[in-house]
T-cell receptor
Framework: ETGVTQTPRHLVMGMTNKKSLKCEQH?????MYWYKQSAKKPLELMFV???????ENNSVPSRFSPECPNSSHLFLHLHTLQPEDSALYLC?????????????FGSGTQLSVL | DAKTTQPNSMESNEEEPVHLPCNHS???????IHWYRQLPSQGPEYVIH???SNVNNRMASLAIAEDRKSSTLILHRATLRDAAVYYC?????????????FGEGTQLTVNP
């Protein structure tokens, strides 16, 4: 148990569906992240939120829409996805400390787009 | 972030020490060296980090070369549960909330 909970663990959706991934951290951290991990590829950073404000969008297509209502919760809203978006989506949180930050990851949501 | 280079894979036997190398020849003076590992079907987990001196914790030891251009993660007694992908990452010590860029990492196989 890392203190970062992601739901659902598995999700299958069609290309016309709308779904949301949820992440919750119980660690009192002030930064949250979304990462994507495609099969046999390194993790790719998607979004960064510091103190609920989005500070980084790594050229992510608009069919992925993040939402951070407070420092403990992070959502990733999905719509009109493509089969190549099938991947493991990982949420992480950290306490902002230059150089010494440790990221705590959830177990991820395994997404399949049909 | 400065780039790191790691072997694609390594193999070890159970209960033997494992030395996982990482080269970071372009490291800057303010970069911290972080190690994470990712077990199958899980998110990465923090292992250890350091700046200049060697570091020990309950999971592993980190040996940093004097010129800081390389480092070695040491697992003192490998277990089957240590089989994972190990990532060596440099973090800028002057900014926070910055991206954590993962490379390919080293796939560690532990033989019983």
């Amino acid at each position: 148990e890392t203190g970062v909970t992601q739901t659902p663990r598995h999700l299958v959706m069609g290309m016309t569906n709308k779904k949301s991934l949820k992440c919750e951290q119980h660690l009192g951290h002030n930064a949250m992240y979304w990462y994507k991990q495609s099969a046999k590829k390194p993790l790719e950073l998607m979004f960064v939120y510091n103190f609920k404000e989005q500070t980084e969008n790594n050229s992510v297509p608009s069919r992925f829409s993040p939402e951070c209502p407070n420092s403990s919760h992070l959502f990733l809203h999905l719509h009109t996805l493509q089969p190549e978006d099938s991947a493991l989506y990982l949420c992480a949180s950290s306490q902002l400390r230059p150089g010494n930050e440790k990221l705590f990851f959830g177990s991820g949501t395994q997404l399949s787009v049909l | 972030d400065a780039k790191t280079t790691q072997p694609n894979s390594m193999e070890s036997n159970e209960e033997e020490p494992v030395h996982l190398p990482c080269n970071h020849s372009t490291i800057s003076g303010t970069d911290y060296i972080h190690w994470y590992r990712q077990l199958p079907s899980q998110g990465p987990e923090y292992v250890i980090h350091g700046l200049t001196s060697n570091v020990n914790n309950r999971m592993a030891s980190l040996a940093i070369a004097e010129d800081r251009k390389s480092s070695t993660l040491i697992l003192h007694r490998a277990t089957l549960r240590d089989a994972a992908v190990y990532y060596c990452i440099l973090r800028d010590g002057e900014t926070s909330g910055s991206r954590l860029t993962f490379g390919e990492g080293t796939q560690l196989t532990v033989n019983p």
